[in-house]
């Protein structure tokens, strides 16, 4: 007689029970804030499942719990989705599976290849540089986040208090990071 209410088998220990608990929530969660279909919950689970094993490596029990590691990925998962939801509706084109058939249930002429390649390569370089701005060190994330808003360094050097050379010197160890991350620190000039 097999119990139908045992607790599937954990196929890595960083996705324990309670992490498999909160991202089917937060998959729920998702679909009905970004107004998808119910069927759609497994597949976000899915995503945000494979976006924790990828952020898996970055996890230092020194600084937090896995439990805590685990919500902190979700939420940026959970973030990131709704601004790529959001974004995509405001363009016009929010893709869902079986993009390829429309409203009516006929076949959409649409080619969609390129635009999820891009998609896809946009997320992962986005996901990598959210990486490097987790490992950045305390003295470089304010500088970092500063760049993301504006590419005036006079204002930025300004706004934290510091000497431009000072800013110059933290830049060069910001794009240390990007390349050591292999991305090629383009906006970091």
Same mark, same amino acid.
């Given at each position: 007689?097999?119990?139908? @209410? $045992?607790?599937?088998?954990?196929?890595?220990? /960083?996705? +324990?029970?309670?992490?498999?608990?909160? @991202?089917? *929530?937060?998959?729920?969660? &998702?679909?009905?804030?970004?107004?998808?279909p119910p069927d759609q919950c497994e597949d976000i689970q899915q995503d945000m499942l494979i976006a924790l094993l990828k952020a898996r490596k970055r996890f230092d029990p020194a600084k937090a719990g896995m439990h805590t590691f685990?919500?902190?990925v979700m939420d940026? /998962?959970?973030k990131d989705f709704i601004r790529r939801v959001a974004s995509k509706r405001r363009r016009g084109h929010l893709d869902v599976p079986c993009a390829d058939i429309s409203d009516d249930f006929s076949l959409d002429r649409q080619?969609? !290849?390129?635009?999820v390649l891009n998609d896809l390569v946009? +997320?992962?370089?986005?996901? $990598?540089?959210?990486?490097?701005?987790?490992? &950045?060190? +305390? +003295? &470089?994330?304010?500088?970092?986040?500063?760049?993301?808003? @504006?590419k005036d360094r006079k204002a930025i050097a300004e706004q &934290? !208090? *510091?000497?431009?050379s000072s800013l110059y010197r933290r830049i060069a160890r910001i794009q240390a990071y990007f390349r050591a991350a292999g991305l090629e620190p383009e906006g970091i000039a």
């Amino acid at each position: 007689m097999s119990d139908h @209410t $045992a607790a599937p088998a954990v196929v890595d220990p /960083f996705l +324990d029970e309670y992490v498999m608990e909160q @991202t089917r *929530i937060r998959a729920r969660e &998702l679909a009905e804030k970004s107004q998808l279909p119910p069927d759609q919950c497994e597949d976000i689970q899915q995503d945000m499942l494979i976006a924790l094993l990828k952020a898996r490596k970055r996890f230092d029990p020194a600084k937090a719990g896995m439990h805590t590691f685990a919500s902190r990925v979700m939420d940026c /998962f959970s973030k990131d989705f709704i601004r790529r939801v959001a974004s995509k509706r405001r363009r016009g084109h929010l893709d869902v599976p079986c993009a390829d058939i429309s409203d009516d249930f006929s076949l959409d002429r649409q080619a969609v !290849g390129d635009g999820v390649l891009n998609d896809l390569v946009r +997320d992962e370089t986005c996901q $990598a540089v959210r990486g490097v701005l987790d490992e &950045l060190p +305390d +003295d &470089l994330r304010p500088v970092c986040e500063a760049m993301l808003h @504006t590419k005036d360094r006079k204002a930025i050097a300004e706004q &934290l !208090g *510091i000497s431009r050379s000072s800013l110059y010197r933290r830049i060069a160890r910001i794009q240390a990071y990007f390349r050591a991350a292999g991305l090629e620190p383009e906006g970091i000039a």
